[in-house]
């Protein structure tokens, strides 16, 4: 299946987009770790056509990433416009 994400991972992505490593629930920094988490998924699919329930964790992912970030849009559009461009997601 895909690769797990280990500690060291976990908090390079927070502190680069949540601002702090312990900051796990900054609505950046989980929009960055799933985006990494689809990315994998993805690759893993291109490799498994037949994966059918790696597949349905990847639409689960997709379908949290879109609510948070439909929420940060409501919430603050600059942050919501800055990350999708940091991220390359919504082209």
């Known amino acids: 299946m895909a690769t797990y994400?280990?500690?060291e991972?976990?908090?390079e992505l927070f502190s680069k987009y949540g601002g702090d490593a312990k900051n796990t629930g900054s609505i950046e920094g989980q929009v960055a770790l799933f985006t990494f988490r689809i990315n994998s998924l993805s690759q893993h699919l291109r490799e498994n056509k037949k994966d059918h329930s790696c597949r349905r964790s990847l639409l689960s992912l997709v379908g949290k990433r879109k609510r948070l970030l439909k929420y940060l849009a409501s919430k603050d559009i600059q942050k919501y416009r800055d990350l999708i461009e940091q991220l390359g997601i919504r082209k």
């Open 5 to 7: 994400l280990t500690t």
């Open 9 to 11: 991972k976990i908090e």
